[in-house]
């Protein structure tokens, strides 16, 4: 497994976030670390995207931040030239693993259904997302799916939230959940940093709960 993953696998959860302002990626990126989740996936779906990756990775170079809900290569460049240490995508296309491959930048693919796991497989990924994750069946349906696929780990996100995250942690197919209920965008956008951290500390406390550590 990619190092990258690896260190996500012992994080546990990738905070999901949402920036419509690049003055909130600082703040957010303190809180984050502060709390204990030195790890973001800053959503393509923004236009503060790129520039928020870029402060994040340059004022806090430790920090795993990602870019999520990447659909282009020309995203890929992007997010990778703003610092981006791994790729997210919420389905699975071909052309942008295979870029990401060559380029040896992790990427994690939106799974939903065998085909799309078996596809992974096939350009040599063993980690993939699954999303949306309560809505397509949730851990049962993973834990059926997973048994072919002995080698495969999961990254639920899509309805993660701090009561259904310690039952997914605590799946040996799971190698961390994404969610954003501890960085919700009402929270980011009124500057409410500390409640933020909070969360985030929550949240590393149910990591550590559902491991047994």
């Given at each position: 497994m990619n190092e990258v993953l690896k260190q996500i696998?012992?994080?546990?959860?990738?905070?999901?976030v949402v920036?419509?302002?690049?003055?909130?990626?600082e703040p957010l990126a303190q809180a984050l670390c502060d709390g204990g989740l030195p790890c973001a996936e800053v959503t393509f779906r923004t236009d503060a995207a790129e520039e928020s990756i870029r402060i994040i990775s340059e004022k806090f170079p430790n920090m795993l931040v990602g870019a999520g809900t990447v659909l282009t290569t020309?995203?890929?460049?992007?997010?990778v030239a703003a610092g981006a240490k791994f790729i997210v995508s919420p389905g699975l296309n071909p052309r942008i693993v295979?870029?990401?491959?060559e380029k040896q930048i992790p990427i994690t693919p939106g799974c939903a259904n065998p085909s799309d796991v078996e596809q992974a497989l096939e350009n040599g990924l063993d980690v993939v997302k699954f999303f949306p994750a309560e809505q397509a069946g949730g851990l049962a349906y993973i834990k059926a799916i997973a048994a072919p696929y002995v080698g495969v780990k999961f990254m639920p996100t899509g309805g993660i939230n701090a009561k259904n995250v310690k039952e997914y942690l605590a799946c040996d197919k799971i190698l961390a959940c994404g969610g954003s209920w501890m960085v919700k965008g009402d929270l980011v956008k009124?500057?409410?940093?500390d409640k933020?951290?909070?969360l985030v500390k929550e949240a590393v406390e149910i990591v550590k709960e559902s491991r047994g550590k």
């Open positions: 696998g012992e994080i546990g959860i990738v905070p999901v920036l419509n302002d690049p003055k909130d990626a020309d995203q890929v460049d992007r997010a295979k870029y990401c491959v009124a500057g409410e940093f933020i951290r909070e």
